[in-house]
C-alpha cells in the first residue's frame, strides 16, 4: 500500500506538471486535435513514469546483472497487532469504497444509456445508428450511436447542424477518450488534475468538433445561433457528449479565435525537456562506481556466484536480515534495491542503495549485504574481474 500511494503522489506531481504546460502554452491555441492528443499522452505519460525504473551508471547497466529479487517477509497481521498498520486498512479501505463507488456511477450510466438507445426507434446509416428518443435530453453521441429527441426530428438547418456535430463526435472516437479517461479517474480518483484533464479533454472535443462543422460550410453565425438555442441546464454525463458540453461562451470565443500558425507548433517540443526531466526524478536511480585503479566489468563472459548458486544466496539472505521494528511499526514495506561489485578475489565492496524505501531498511539491506561471505569471482577472457552487481530484496509486512 505504501509503495502505491507513493506511485499515486509520483505520478500526479508529473500529471500536474503535463497539464500546467499545457495551461501555460497550449490551451488558447486552435490546435485543437493535436492538443487532444497531447493531454491524452501526457496522462499516460504520467501513468507510467513513476512505474518505470532505470539504472543509470555511465553506460545503462545490462539485465542480466540483476540478481533474482529476494523477498523478506514478516507475518504481521491486523488481528495481532491493530495499532502497528491501523492507518494502513483505513488508507485502504477509504480508497477501496472510492474506487467502488466510481465503478457504480460508470455501471449505472452505462445502464442508462444502453436503456435509452434499446428504447428508441433506430434508423441505421452507413457510419453509425441514429436513435430517436423520447426522452427529454438534449443531442448526444455514445461511440457509433447518435440520439437525439424524436419531436425535434424535422429536418430543419439548425437540426442538420446539431447532427454533423455529433457525427464528428462519432467520426473522431471521443467517447473512447471519455471512457479511458473515466476508467483511469476510477483507480486514480485521489488524484485531482484528472478531473481537471477530463474536462480540457472534453473542451477539446468541442472546439475540434465546432471546427470541422463550421469549416464543413455551415455558416458561422447561424451555427453560432443554434449553439446558444441548445444551451439547457443539464448535468453533464460520465461518457457521452452532449452537444451542449462545453461552456457556451469560452466555445465561442473559441470559434472567432484567430487560427495557429505553424510557429505554435514549436512550443510542443518543450515536452520533450519535461517529460525527461521526470523520468530522471522519477525512475532513474544513480549508480556511482568508485572504480579507483580497478576496472569494474560490467558484462564478463562469467558472472559471480555466491557459494553455491542463487538457493544459497536466498538462505542466507533470509537467515540474516531482520525486519527493521520501526518499519514494521509504522506499516512500512517495499523493494529496496542494493548495488554492490564483487573484486577479482570475491569480496563485496561499495555496497550502496540504489533504490531505496525507508532509512531503517536501506540501512538493514546495506549491512546483510555488506557482511556477505566471499563469492566465487566473475571471469572475463580467463581472468578473475571485478563485477557489478544489483541485488533487489523485497521486504513484505504479510505472506
Not at 261 to 271: E, F, M, P, S, W
Not at 348 to 354: A, G, K, P, S, Y
Not at 373 to 394: C, D, F, R, Y
Request: charged fraction near 20%; charge should be neutral.
Amino acid at each position: 500500500m505504501i509503495d502505491f500511494l507513493w506511485y499515486l503522489l509520483e505520478s500526479t506531481i508529473c500529471m500536474g506538471l503535463f497539464y500546467g504546460l499545457y495551461r501555460l502554452l497550449f490551451q488558447q491555441t486552435t490546435l485543437f486535435n493535436l492538443n487532444r492528443f497531447y493531454l491524452l499522452a501526457s496522462t499516460l505519460a504520467a501513468l507510467s513514469i513513476p512505474a518505470i525504473e532505470f539504472n543509470v551508471a555511465g553506460e545503462m547497466i545490462s539485465y542480466e546483472q540483476y540478481l533474482a529479487p529476494v523477498r523478506i517477509s514478516v507475518d504481521q497481521t491486523f488481528a495481532t497487532n491493530p495499532g502497528n498498520n491501523a492507518w494502513i486498512w483505513v488508507i485502504g479501505g477509504i480508497y477501496s469504497i472510492g474506487v467502488l463507488w466510481r465503478l457504480y456511477r460508470l455501471w449505472a450510466e452505462t445502464i442508462r444509456i444502453r436503456k435509452i438507445i434499446s428504447q428508441g426507434k433506430k434508423i441505421q446509416a452507413p457510419n453509425h445508428t441514429l436513435v430517436l428518443t423520447t426522452e427529454n435530453i438534449p443531442a448526444f453521441s455514445f461511440f457509433h450511436w447518435l440520439i437525439i429527441r424524436e419531436s425535434e426530428w424535422n429536418g430543419s438547418d439548425a437540426q442538420q447542424q446539431v447532427i454533423d456535430h455529433e457525427l464528428v463526435h462519432i467520426r473522431q472516437y471521443h467517447s473512447l477518450d471519455n471512457l479511458v479517461l473515466q476508467l483511469i479517474h476510477i483507480f486514480c480518483w485521489p488524484n485531482p488534475v484528472l478531473s481537471l484533464i477530463r474536462k480540457a479533454i472534453k473542451e477539446n472535443h468541442e472546439f475540434a468538433v465546432d471546427q470541422a462543422v463550421i469549416h464543413a460550410n455551415h455558416n458561422r453565425e447561424s451555427y453560432i445561433d443554434t449553439l446558444i438555442h441548445e444551451v439547457i441546464h443539464h448535468n453533464p454525463s460520465l461518457l457521452i457528449n452532449y452537444f451542449n458540453h462545453a461552456k457556451i461562451k469560452r466555445r465561442i470565443m473559441m470559434i472567432h479565435q484567430k487560427r495557429s500558425g505553424r510557429k505554435a507548433l514549436v512550443n510542443y517540443l518543450t515536452v520533450l525537456p519535461l517529460a525527461g526531466l521526470m523520468t530522471l526524478a522519477f525512475s532513474c536511480s544513480q549508480t556511482e562506481l568508485e572504480q579507483g585503479p580497478v576496472q569494474v566489468m560490467k558484462d564478463p563472459q562469467t558472472y559471480p556466484q555466491f557459494q553455491d548458486g542463487q538457493e544459497s544466496l536466498i538462505k542466507y539472505l533470509t537467515e540474516n536480515i531482520t525486519y527493521p521494528l520501526a518499519a514494521k511499526d509504522a506499516g512500512i514495506e517495499g523493494t529496496v534495491i542494493v548495488g554492490f561489485i564483487v573484486d577479482e578475489k570475491g569480496n563485496v565492496q561499495d555496497v550502496r542503495i540504489e533504490r531505496g524505501v525507508h532509512e531503517t531498511i536501506d540501512e538493514s539491506a546495506i549491512a546483510v549485504v555488506s557482511s556477505m561471505p566471499k563469492w566465487k569471482a566473475g571471469e572475463h577472457e580467463g581472468k578473475a574481474v571485478s563485477t557489478a552487481m544489483v541485488l533487489p530484496i523485497k521486504y513484505k509486512l504479510s505472506n
